[in-house]
């Protein structure tokens, strides 16, 4: 989920620089978004290739929590507008996915551990 949702902001961002210039408040939302994204991926990548200990797991729930809250938000503005089309929608699913993710794979890395 990490690795669709940094892509979908980087393609956000990358199709759409003229927002830096006209909407900076609006780009900088992005770019945070982006970081908590790619910083979700690389926790969640240090937590895959090194195992669950329990400070990566931790940091990778609050992540995907972060994430799953901004764009669950971002996905309700953009509804009540009316704007945005599919895909504020996805990366609503993509957050609630990673959240979802990260916490199931809490309950089975402590079911390993016991």
């Known amino acids: 989920m990490s690795i669709a949702g940094t892509t979908d902001v980087a393609a956000f961002l990358a199709a759409r620089t003229a927002m830096f210039n006209d ?4 780009a900088a939302g992005s770019v945070v978004g982006l970081a908590l ?24 729930i609050g992540l995907a929590a972060l994430v799953a809250a901004g764009n669950v938000g971002l996905t ?14 996805v990366g609503g ?12 794979s809490r309950d ?7």
């Open 108 to 114: 089975t890395s402590a079911l390993a551990t016991a």
């Open 23 to 26: 909407a900076p408040g609006r």
């Open 93 to 104: 699913v993509l957050g609630i996915l990673a959240l979802i993710l990260a916490l199931a």
């Open 76 to 89: 309700a503005i953009h509804l009540k507008a009316g704007v945005g089309g599919v895909r504020p929608v």
């Open 37 to 60: 994204w790619a910083a979700l991926l690389a926790v969640a990548t240090t937590r895959y290739t090194r195992g669950g200990r329990r400070g990566i797991s931790t940091a990778t």
